[in-house]
């Protein structure tokens, strides 16, 4: 028989879990010294100042611009560029997805798809009027690849033309879905050389003449982030606003090899936000006379939760790993970006089934991850097309089309 003062010792260890950040596996322990007090800091301040706010500016579909430049003083605009980890970045990543998924999107798309494009693409010239802005997030630029008839089909589909014309180009198309595509200074086009049929890539600035950009309203998730259809009416960009390097699509595969790592970060992020939200609710809430923490069929539910998101964070730590050593291949970042997605989906749903009919309002957070997860499942390739790359990697055989 266990004595009054065991059970109650029982109690205080349920009252004063030892593990409140939710690193079970510890592995911001991982990082440099200097890197983990950034880490640190970073959390406590995503924590602090924008996930209280996030909610709002969710329900309205309004962008925060106001605390952009909290995010920049944290060092979020330059991840790419400031000799930052790749762990340490995965980890930055993911905690801001913890704190608000849209801005994680911002910053994901920022870091990977702009910055990195224009870092790893650009010429001297692009980079030198760019990238100091870009850091510093006082400009914002757009990734727009995906059109109106053509997603999953983007690589062989795209029909965005780019004519040469005299000492510059003339664009012609639709894009859809592009993100900040409503507030950016620039947005990154890829569009078909009417020449010679290659896939590159220009700059163009969002006040060129034929250029709009509409925002696409009523979104179920990710609803702080601007999408937004762009339409190019002829619009005419100098011969210097062709990035160099994006010569062909497999340099855009190269980058979204990259970004579905990223992906994989927000997935493990949103996961332990789901955990944080579920933990407090069900240690809160309660139900025949006790916490809802205390029955077994809730423990399971968090439990499974907190197992999805530590499996997804370990998948994503190996995944940097062998992005540090340079070694990433888009068939294990396919890999990641599908597993960790379905994980998220299922955490969500099992987060908002704990916070019952309070899981059905966004008062109460829950309901803001579980639409927002059904975004990270369908971009950067849904999760169809992510199997598909994988299976097609290990058997040799393509089942696209
Ligand atoms: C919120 C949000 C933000 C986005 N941000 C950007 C951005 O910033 N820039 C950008 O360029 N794009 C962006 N996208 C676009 C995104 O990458 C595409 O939505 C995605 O690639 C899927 O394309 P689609 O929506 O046209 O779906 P479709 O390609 O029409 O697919 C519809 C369904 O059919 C399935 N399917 C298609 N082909 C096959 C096949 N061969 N086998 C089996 N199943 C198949 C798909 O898996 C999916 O379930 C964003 C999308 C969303 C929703």
Known sequence: MLQTAELDQTDMVQIQPPFPDADLLHIADLLSPAERRRYAELRDVLQREIRPVAPGYWNREEFPMGLI???????????????????????????????DVSLSALVGIHNEL??????????????ARWLPGLEQFTAIGAFALTEPEHGSDIAGGLTTTATH??????????????????????????????????????????????FSATKIENKIGLRIMQ?????????????????????????????????????????AGIQLGAF????????????????LARFQLVQQQLSEILGNAQASLSLMLELARIQEAGRLEMV??????????????????LGRSILGGNGITTDYEMAKLFGDAE???????????????????????????
């Open 114 to 127: 702009v910055v990195g494009m224009i870092h790893d693409l650009g010429s001297r010239e692009q980079k």
């Open 227 to 267: 999408n937004a259809d762009i339409v190019l009416d002829s619009v005419r960009v100098p011969e210097a606003n062709l990035l160099p390097g994006a010569t062909a699509f497999e340099k855009a595969n190269e980058l979204l090899r990259d970004s579905r790592a990223w992906v994989g970060w927000q997935a």
């Open 332 to 349: 294990q970042s396919a890999m990641a970006k599908a597993t960790t997605t379905r994980l998220a989906r299922s955490s969500v749903a």
């Open 69 to 99: 430049p909290r995010l920049a003083e944290l060092g979020l605009g330059r991840l790419q560029t400031d000799g930052s980890s790749r762990l340490f970045t995965g980890l930055a990543y993911m905690e801001v997805a913890r704190a």
């Open 375 to 401: 975004v990270l499942y369908t971009y950067e390739g849904t999760y169809e097309i992510n199997s598909l790359i994988v299976a097609r990697a290990v058997t040799g055989k393509s089942a696209f089309v």
């Open 165 to 210: 014309d005299g000492d510059g180009w003339v664009l012609s198309g639709s894009k859809r879905w592009i993100g900040a595509g409503t507030i950016a200074d620039f947005a990154l086009v890829w569009a078909r050389d009417t020449a010679d049929g290659a896939i590159k890539a220009f700059i163009v600035e969002t006040d060129r003449p034929g």
């Open 276 to 291: 944080d939200i579920a933990r407090a609710y069900a240690l809160e809430r309660f139900q025949f006379g006790r916490e």
